[in-house]
């Protein structure tokens, strides 16, 4: 058996995703983030809601978070949530035929994009990159994860969020501009993919901010539900 090298510093935690109904962990690799793919989305954002190509971005696999809390964030007034289908891979590489797109995805979940917006809005006009507004502690709660195998793979049902028992976001994942094959093809023309990759598939409309002590609901329809609290 291999020993581990000696490191200089303790390894940083695994990030480990509950499985619905198990006590087996998907171990996260990265997460990719698809931006506007959905058409009413992309209009209430400013953007053409044509099928344009796919723009990625990425968050860190520590700001996933599992515990139902979201702490909100120090140097911003403007947090917007953002529910999206989940995609959790099991296999990868480069240039994936769309056939055997699916093929790659062990499950699905829920989760919620959140998103610094008045620093977003302040990078996009100075031209630099998101990682600030998108990438912070705690930015991107998730259910569970439920295996392909049980559920299959969503191409349609309903995607919603409340805040405090309203209903805020409310669409369908038969409105996405880009599918879940395609996402995959097109991820893997930029990068090399592969097994526990997270991908955030995109939002529908009604974006809009929290404030501290709201309380979220969010589900995407026959995959899973997630519950949030803003502290």
């Not at 990438?135 to 998730?142: D, G, M």
């Not at 309380?215 to 609290?229: F, S, T």
Request: proline share 9%.
């Amino acid at each position: 058996m291999a020993t581990l090298p000696v490191t200089v510093i303790p390894l940083p935690a695994p990030v480990l995703l509950p499985v619905a109904g198990s006590d087996a962990v998907f171990p996260v690799r990265r997460v990719y983030c698809v931006g506007r793919n959905y058409a009413d989305h992309a209009i209430e954002m400013g953007h053409d809601p044509s099928r344009e190509p796919p723009f990625f971005f990425q968050k860190n696999p520590q700001n996933l978070v599992t515990d139902g809390l979201f702490p909100y964030p120090p140097l911003s007034s403007n947090v917007h949530f953002e529910v999206e289908l989940v995609m959790a891979l099991k296999a990868g590489g480069n240039d994936i035929a769309v056939d055997d797109a699916l093929n790659c995805v062990w499950g699905y979940g829920v989760g919620i994009d959140f998103t610094r917006r008045d620093l977003q809005d302040g990078l996009k006009k100075a031209g630099r990159s998101w990682e600030a507004a998108k990438a912070f502690e705690a930015s991107a709660p998730v259910s569970p994860l439920v295996p392909a195998e049980k559920i299959g793979h969503p191409q349609q049902g309903a995607i919603w969020l409340d805040v405090n028992g309203k209903r805020k976001q409310s669409g369908d994942l038969a409105q996405m501009i880009w599918k879940l094959p395609e996402i995959v093809v097109e991820l893997s023309k930029l990068f090399t993919l592969s097994a526990g990759d997270i991908i955030m598939t995109g939002t529908p409309a009604g974006v809009g901010p929290i404030l501290r002590c709201d309380r979220i609901l969010c589900a995407v329809e026959g995959v899973a539900e997630l519950e949030v609290e803003v502290i």
